[in-house]
């Protein structure tokens, strides 16, 4: 049985608080055992955790610049890869700054497990490519709209929990975590 793939390509962020986060947001899911075959479909995935100084992107033939310094991402269902960079720094406030934008290329990974191909029109016109009244792909259409009503009225936010660990393996509390919420479309 394949196993979804978490890999970090940075230097300073914690990688258990990091995996821990990112699959209890994404196993969190899933509701019963009838969800199994997307369980499976989810596991072929893999999540790349890159330094966001290492961001370099080239959409069909256009290069782009960005701010290094904010968290950003690309997710591609037909490679089944999550490219997510962000700021390599230490420390639980920089997981909590960054896991929101983990969050949201994680939906994207998520809805199109659930969704496939399904098509959709934009409600917003979104930051990057959308304009209200567009179709496009069910996995972008629906987080992109929802980060704009996020950002409008603070709806679509729900909190995770993580623990945190000492030295020498013992718990010693958690940590709330902010992310982007959509079960209520994959709770079938």
């Not at 610049?65 to 904010?70: K, P």
């Not at 991402?73 to 960054?98: E, S």
């Not at 567009?134 to 972008?140: K, L, Q, T």
């Not at 623990?163 to 994959?186: A, P, Q, V």
């Amino acid at each position: 049985m394949e196993t979804i793939q978490i890999l970090f390509f940075t230097d300073n962020i914690d990688q258990r608080k990091y995996t821990d986060a990112i699959l209890e947001y994404l196993f969190s899911h899933f509701k019963g055992k009838h969800q199994y075959s997307k369980i499976q479909e989810l596991n072929k995935w893999i999540i790349n955790i890159f330094s966001s100084s290492h961001a370099k992107y080239n959409y069909d033939g256009v290069k782009g610049t960005l701010n290094y310094n904010i968290p950003h991402g690309v997710t591609n269902p037909n490679a089944k890869q999550v490219d997510v960079y962000v700021p390599d720094v230490k420390g639980d406030f920089a997981l909590r700054q960054n896991f929101m934008t983990i969050s949201h290329e994680l939906a994207h990974c998520m809805l199109s497990i659930f969704y496939g191909k399904k098509q959709s029109v934009y409600r917003h016109t979104s930051k990057s490519w959308g304009t209200a009244g567009a179709i496009g792909n069910f996995y972008v259409t629906e987080v992109h709209d929802r980060e704009y009503e996020m950002a409008q009225n603070g709806t679509w936010i729900r909190k995770i929990k993580i623990y945190r660990w000492n030295k020498f393996g013992h718990n010693i509390g958690n940590i709330e975590l902010s992310c982007f919420d959509i079960t209520d479309l994959t709770s079938e």
